[in-house]
T-cell receptor, first 113, second 112 residues
């Protein structure tokens, strides 16, 4: 079945550091890929998405590129802020999964001032 | 636009007791999901509704969990009897079409 493997956390960075959170997936066909973010005390929010190979999703300075050849969708940000501290989830929606999301285990990011 | 509403936000019960969670999706969203998020793990789908019909409940522990979506709008998720391993956050999400989901804040259950 479909699965998502995420870089284990927690990740602690200083403000303005470069961020990469690795995500790889297993799925048949051409899934859609997502990054969701969960701020403390809040629900999951869509951060960005990509629906086909080589698409780049971007939002709030975060980017991720859908790489079919490496089955990856790594999240990057050039300069993190304290307000980016949250849990980040990589997810996919497979062609056979009836619009369901399969999530990775999440990566806790803490940004220190 | 109002988001997905869930209640209660927190619930503490003893094992073998019952509990119910309520969800009101975003108006007009035909698809509704319940996910279970155990601490340190990603959300896991329990059940998916399309309008008031069940699309997928293959991962719902049917001996103790039940869910319904009356009139294709609000939904309730019930656990009876609860076990210690049911301690988790129960997330409701809705979607108009396509795979982008909109989540509520969740209901945190602690089973003692």
């Amino acid at each position: 079945g479909d699965s998502v493997t995420q870089m284990e956390g927690p990740v602690t960075l200083s403000e303005e550091a470069f961020l990469t959170i690795n995500c790889t997936y297993t799925a048949t066909g051409y899934p859609s890929l997502f990054w969701y973010v969960q701020y403390p005390g809040e629900g999951l929010q869509l951060l960005l998405k990509a629906t086909k190979a080589d698409d780049k999703g971007s939002n709030k300075g975060f980017e991720a590129t859908y790489r079919k050849e490496t089955t990856s969708f790594h999240l990057e940000k050039g300069s993190v802020q304290v307000s980016d501290s949250a849990v980040y989830f990589c997810a996919l929606s497979g062609q056979s999964s009836a619009r369901q999301l399969t999530f990775g285990s999440g990566t806790q990011l803490t940004v220190l001032p | 636009e109002a988001g997905v509403a869930q209640s209660p936000r927190y619930k503490i019960i003893e094992k073998r007791q019952s509990v119910a969670f309520w969800c009101n999706p975003i108006s007009g969203h035909a698809t509704l999901y319940w996910y279970q998020q155990i601490l340190g793990q990603g959300p896991k789908l329990l059940i998916q509704f399309q309008n008031n019909g069940v699309v997928d409940d293959s991962q719902l522990p049917k001996d103790r969990f039940s869910a319904e979506r009356l009139k294709g709008v609000d939904s309730t998720l019930k656990i009876q009897p609860a076990k210690l391993e049911d301690s988790a956050v129960y997330l409701c999400a809705s979607s108009p079409q396509g795979p982008e989901l909109f989540f509520g804040e969740g209901s945190r259950l602690t089973v003692l």
